[in-house]
Nanobody
Framework: QVQLVESGGGLVQAGGSLRLSCAAS????????MAWFRQTPGKERDFVAA????????AYADSVKGRFTISRDNAKNTMYLQLNTLKPGDTAVYYC???????????????WGQGTQVTVSS
């Protein structure tokens, strides 16, 4: 089992940047594929980015390609999401997730953090 805690959210102007972190407990972090999803009120949780267990493989939603970068540091049990060139449409609660398989589907992830709010003003 793994517990996940996100941090780094906040209020930023359009065009700005943020770096989200997801700290994981437990020794099994390196065995999990990791991902970021985001959700706005009344909508489903949408895939943002995912990274394989070793960190060499990544995937991104089309809406964030070229602007967001996912990475992980297995020595620190931490995953990151660098958000650049932010747009008001990126406003959401961002969740990190861990699961046994590299996937863009929320249902494939077993563990979730509590979320961190990202708000982008125009």
């Amino acid at each position: 089992q793994v517990q996940l805690v996100e941090s780094g959210g906040g209020l930023v102007q359009a065009g700005g940047s943020l770096r989200l972190s997801c700290a994981a407990s437990g020794r099994a972090f390196r065995t999990y594929a990791m991902a970021w999803f985001r959700q706005t009120p009344g909508k489903e949780r949408d895939f943002v980015a995912a990274v394989t267990q070793g960190g060499s493989g990544t995937a991104y939603a089309d809406s964030v390609k070229g602007r967001f970068t996912i990475s992980r540091d297995n020595a620190k049990n931490t995953m990151y999401l660098q958000l650049n060139t932010l747009k008001p449409g990126d406003t959401a609660v961002y969740y990190c997730a861990a699961g046994p398989m590299f996937s863009m589907t929320a249902g494939q992830y077993d563990y979730w953090g509590q979320g961190t709010q990202v708000t982008v003003s125009s």
